[in-house]
């Protein structure tokens, strides 16, 4: 995959219903109503964003500002299409998030990586190696706080380091 052929850019309610099908079609992603994908395009924005390539929707992250703690972001929801590097297509996407984030005020980026999402785990090792800063891992909840076998998740959090002049478009 070249990252040329790909647009990182906020998520627009046009978006929505492509990102509904995707999150259907994406192993381990949870699909949400339909209708919550056209509010996060239309609400959580800034926080959100969507990879489009030539052919269309190449993937997503959803995420929001913690009302608890407005210095983070968290990102909830990921889904990348199947196809070529889906692990270049999710560093890229992460790694321009937290970026832009970044820029607008954010210090730390917060994600929610299952125990068996071993690519995503890496990827955070990645962009927190990237930019020399310390990887928190502690856990989110256990598989019993949401049952239904659905997995317990860790929550990989890192401060990261300050706006370069560098950012994205959107």
Known sequence: MRTTDLVLRRPDVLDAASMYELA????????????????????????SLVAVDRTGLAGFLLGYVKPRDPSSCFVWQAAVRRGPAPED???AM????ALRVRSDGVRYFEVAVGVDDHVLAAIMRRIAGDQSVELEVTELFSDSDVGSGRGAKMLYRFAMREASA????G
């Open 24 to 47: 259907c079609r994406s192993e381990g992603t949870e699909a949400e109503p339909p209708g919550t994908y056209v509010r996060v395009c239309r609400d959580f924005a800034s926080t």
């Open 89 to 91: 297509l999710a560093y």
């Open 94 to 97: 992460v790694a321009g998030m």
């Open 166 to 169: 560098a950012r994205m478009d």
